[in-house]
Nanobody, 124 residues
């Protein structure tokens, strides 16, 4: 059974930083493209960052230059470093493996089951 457990969320002021972690189990992520998604209240879930097994990355325009996705294949972990946070970044953040191997921001999640997510709230 594939599971993703996200952590590291919290309340942060505009301009602040957070680092999210995603622990994967039931799957070896080393050969998978991985992605971070977010879902704000009233919105659909959107893909914001992807990383291939080789380390190529891609980002949604809304987070480009502020967010950095990384991975540790040995630990089966994926990370999202978020800097210069804005109120519009407020959302629940999830990770998932991606369908296919490309670093496309138009990709789809490989698994229909999602973790509990990490709540990120950006507010003064």
């Amino acid at each position: 059974q594939v599971q993703f457990v996200e952590s590291g969320g919290g309340l942060v002021q505009p301009g602040g930083s957070l680092r999210l972690s995603c622990a994967a189990s039931g799957i070896r992520i080393s050969l998978r493209t991985m992605g971070w998604y977010r879902q704000a209240p009233g919105n659909s879930r959107e893909l914001v960052a992807v990383i291939t097994h080789g380390g190529s990355t891609n980002y949604a325009d809304s987070v480009k230059g502020r967010f950095t996705i990384s991975r540790d294949n040995t630990e089966n972990m994926v990370y999202l470093q978020m800097n210069s946070l804005k109120p519009e970044d407020t959302a629940v953040y999830y990770c998932n493996a991606q369908v296919g191997t490309l670093a496309t921001i138009a990709g789809r999640p490989a698994f229909g089951s999602w973790g509990q997510g990490a709540q990120v709230t950006v507010s003064s």
